[in-house]
């Protein structure tokens, strides 16, 4: 890794799981154009599902394709994962000081962080000692209004950059789909246990056999007020720290107690 | 979900990342065959690396298939969690008793279970409050000795069936490829902070466009001897409880005196 020398701006690498057709990643790179180098890398098709999925199969490519004026940005075949991956080691060839991943058309709120792509490259970033945020939009539309988001994303990478934070800072921040004024302010949570009831809808094709779309009805199981659920549903940008250590302290204490 | 009768055996749902062709999921399913009804539902080809990959973008389909004398098999054209999520939903139409996953051929300790197809079914299965683990071997090889492991996939569903444990109960098993006579036991660990340092191989195509591959060098950052990596180096079967609540309640008390 390269040292920066004390002129040198921050680098800001950002990524997203929409592809890079996405109006959500323009927004997050002009939200914080002024504050660094930004370079994006992003799918260069939607990838939205995805988890930390990684391409082991076959070969990646990396293509430089015309951006916002005054941004240099790349798009990958692959995963949102494999875009960092790629970012850091091919592009970049250093570390960035952040890496922005979002905005997301729609949530990454509770158990959501385990699917998403936009969540998985930014864990991806962490797990590579860069600081890193996810950030989704509660609005699927592609003609959603990310005036309000980008204000808060703005805040948030203006934190991240103030100082030296813990390498593996990653934060999952969601906003609500409601106007600027409506909006109470930044809320700092945990992850609600709350997930999709499964339903899959179940169709025969032209030749008789059977085949499925998997769909689901979102339910919160969890009453906290500290969760990120709560915080979105009374009009605040929920803000969950997440770690890539996955352990289970507590059922490890019990599970000791096994007798194999 | 239906009750159980008293004279009904325990249902098992057994899945894996590497496609119902491969000898891991054949090992498994044999190593629990007595212990309750096995329904086999797998990939009907390889998804390594699929990490909680779901299919959204295209309709999914299920396939009755040959497997052991007296398991009732499918195979799925989706990725590993869509396999669970299809098993409880369009086949067994009940939760069943316990899920595992694997054997993986191949290790999935450390910050593998992030990436892991093997442990992200299990983890669905956890979401869905079914009891379940993940198996792997310490061997990549279609011939794999799984011998040994079945021995301790045996030793530890019969401990996960034999009382009521947290139904989001999820375990990470590793298994070192050594000889039955060698392994030392059990251990309960916490996941080691472990990764691979990228290194993409570098290619130009017959067109002279570059491609690259996806390798990388495993290393384990981690000096504990509670975790899984120092378990499996010293010849034990390393389990790590697993959680799918990914807040850092750490990080969460220092973000909360940021001032946004």
Not at 33 to 56: C, E, F, N
Not at 138 to 157: H, T
Not at 233 to 241: A, C, D, E, G, R
Request: with cysteine.
């Amino acid at each position: 890794m390269l040292k920066k020398t004390k002129k040198e701006q921050p680098i800001i690498l950002v990524t997203n799981d929409d592809s890079i057709a996405a109006p959500g990643i323009k927004a997050l790179a002009e939200a914080v154009q002024d504050l660094g180098r930004v370079v994006v890398v992003a799918p260069d098709k939607p990838q939205s599902g995805m988890g930390h999925a990684i391409t082991i199969g076959h070969p990646l490519r990396l293509q430089k394709v015309a951006f916002i004026e005054g941004i240099e940005a790349y798009t990958c075949n692959g995963t949102p994962v494999d875009c960092v991956k790629l970012a850091v080691d091919k592009i970049l060839h250093r570390k960035p000081d952040i890496c922005l991943s979002g905005i997301n058309h729609g949530a990454n709120h509770s158990i959501n962080v385990i699917y998403s792509g936009t969540m998985s490259a930014a864990m991806e970033a962490s797990i590579e000692s860069i600081p890193s945020a996810g950030f989704s939009l509660l609005d699927y539309s592609m003609e959603a209004d990310f005036n309000p988001a980008k204000l808060y994303v703005r805040k948030i990478a203006i934190q991240m950059l103030a100082k030296k934070h813990d390498k593996h800072l990653l934060l999952n921040v969601n906003i609500p789909a409601v106007p600027e004024l409506l909006i109470k302010g930044i809320k700092v949570c945990r992850q609600a246990y709350a997930k999709y009831e499964e339903a899959f809808v179940e169709r025969k094709d032209p030749h008789g056999k059977m085949y499925y779309w998997l769909t689901g009805e979102f339910v919160n199981f969890d009453k906290g007020r500290d969760t990120d659920v709560w915080a979105l549903k009374n009009n605040y940008v929920s803000v969950v720290p997440v770690q890539f250590d996955l352990t289970n302290y507590e059922l490890k204490k019990k599970i000791d107690t096994w007798k194999f």
